[in-house]
């Protein structure tokens, strides 16, 4: 792997610059799919929301899911005097901005969704080469902190999102504007303040299509470990994505709430699981690098999510949903701390091409994203609209995403 000559030992611009900027964009990513998208698609049809949401998502994420691989191979090959990933940063968060705002003016499911197409595809263009950061700038000791400090910011922000989002909710204008505008500026900003060395003078193989193609292909055979991470995060994530993605609808359609009162509680509940986020991001991320260990806080970290999304299911009120906020952020939290800590661990070949690899991780985290809605749609078609069946799928996959940790060898 490639290493920077940017002095990495405790560098805390860095990291506090990386992780406001990731709070940033997972703030606008959870208003964005749990509150502005949902109540833009109920106020263009109420009675197919759930399936026009479904259409929304899915088609979307048929575009974006490959687009972080590709464009961290492109970025592990990019040479320029601002260095390999900073062109893509900020052409992805500009591009991204634009997306959103266009957004706000759709009456459409069909404009909503194009608009949606083109935030998103930016949004992850830049999203893969800004986290690959952490492994082009940081030495492997610090990876535990660093992935704790960022998992905590971004996760906790997320919830932030959604608790302004649900303000916003009948602003919506105003939301998509505010929320473009603070990701095109938050990008820009972390770029001029940590300048990426030049890449001008980097050696660099000559282009091959068909071996740029065949990069996206690792081997399970070959790296069992780096396959054995990606089932884990995408089950992971389909168990915590599937909640998450469809919150607004279970309070209104499970707990009974009132539209108005849902977008107020949904912030209510995003609230408590920030507090979890904060508490168990920051705490696991240091006893990962403390103890070097990996494996077993992911596995308590499923856990502790199985144990969350039994809650509504034994509670179905707000009660229940707070305390399910409470569980999922403490088990959410101890999870994006550690994991991406685990998969810089098993990228092939030492990171060499870490922007590619770490890329084709990304789709096992942004595919439940297409996932999650047809999968909630075809659970509520199958028992009759009841919503109590997306805990209940939830907790089977993040019990098994905790097994496909297991079998990892080159991590403890």
Partial sequence: ???????VQRNWKLMISLALNLSVLFALYNAVISVFIPNQVANI???RAASNLAVVMTVEMLFAMFIQPIVGALSDRTRCRFGRRTPWIVGGAVLGAAGLYLMSFQTT??????FWILAAVSLNAMNGPLVTTIADRFAEEERGVVSGVTGAAQTAAGSLGIVIAGYLAGRLGMGYLAFAAAIAIAC???CLTNP?????DMEMEPFNLKEFIKGFWVNPKEYPDFGWAFFARFLMNIGYQGAVAYQLYILRNYIGLSNAESNHVIGRVSAVMMVGLLISSLCSGWLSDYFKKR?????????IMACALVMPLLIPSVTGMLLYAGFMGLGYGTYIAVDYALLIEVLPNSGENAGKDLGVLTIAQNTPQALCPLIAVALLNLTGQNYASIFVFGVIVVAASALCIVPIKSVK
């Fill in 109 to 114: 499911i069909a404009g909503l969704t194009v």
């Fill in 295 to 303: 494996k077993r806080f992911v596995i308590f970290a499923a856990a």
């Fill in 45 to 47: 049809d109420a009675q």
């Fill in 188 to 190: 820009i900003l972390f």
């Fill in 196 to 200: 990426e060395p030049s890449s001008k």
């Fill in 1 to 7: 792997m490639v290493k920077s000559s940017v002095k």
